[in-house]
């Protein structure tokens, strides 16, 4: 197989940090240009860091220009911003759809994006509907090859503290038989290398993973 390069947004994130690491440590990979907002210094000599704009398309159009791959975990809690709707749509939704602008424009191979499960535009909660909206609008852009994963409570330590969602993570794995399929808790390392393995695939069109197809592409 021929070697490729691949850009990571979200990679501080908790499925973004796996999927970091993943490219890092695949001999087939040659470059792993992580996008944030600060400077991310890993010591390895197959990472490129750019502390970017997010707002800004020329700017994420420019360093993703000469990849194969890209994955976006970009994501935020309505927490952090102060439950601010407009700050909060204006992160979920604008960034992820100016990176997928840019794919289109550098004719990037593959977009790997995490969304969430019961995304749905028309749902009454601000949450899904938002993410749903995103998922839509995103499809509509016609990137090659497209994989929206969808998973629910991901299962995995994260560098910022989530009271809520640390007691969920103890709770919800021992109901999870119970539960629908789509919306069992999953570990984020399993999003991650499931990302990586279906987006070398190189599936054309628009897919759409829920949570047995993540397991599925283990």
């Known amino acids: 197989m021929k070697t490729y390069k691949a850009s990571v947004f979200g990679s501080t994130g908790l499925i973004g940090g796996f999927l970091t690491d993943i490219l890092i440590n695949d001999p087939l990979c040659e470059q792993v240009v992580t996008l944030t907002r600060s400077e991310v210094i890993i010591n390895n000599k197959k990472h490129k860091n750019h502390v970017i704009d997010f707002s800004s398309l020329n700017e994420i159009k420019k360093t993703i220009k000469n990849c194969d791959y890209v994955y ?99 709770v919800m794995p021992l109901f999870s ?15 991650a290398s499931a990302m990586h393995k279906i987006s070398m695939k190189n599936i054309k069109g628009n897919n759409i993973y829920h949570f047995n197809k993540i397991m599925d592409n283990l």
């Open 177 to 191: 038989f119970l539960m629908p399929e789509d919306y069992r808790p999953i570990r984020a390392d399993y999003v």
């Open 72 to 170: 976006s975990g970009i994501g935020t809690t309505q927490s952090r911003v102060n439950y601010n709707k407009k700050i909060y749509r204006s992160i979920d939704y604008d960034i992820t759809l100016n990176i997928a602008r840019a794919c289109k424009e550098n004719k990037i191979k593959s977009l790997s994006l995490v969304s969430t499960a019961g995304a749905d535009r028309s749902k009454n909660n601000f949450y899904l509907s938002l993410k749903g909206e995103i998922d839509e609008d995103v499809s509509k852009i016609g990137i090659d090859s497209l994989s929206i994963f969808r998973p629910s409570l991901l299962l995995g330590k994260r560098n910022e503290s989530r009271f809520g969602e640390k007691l969920a993570q103890y």
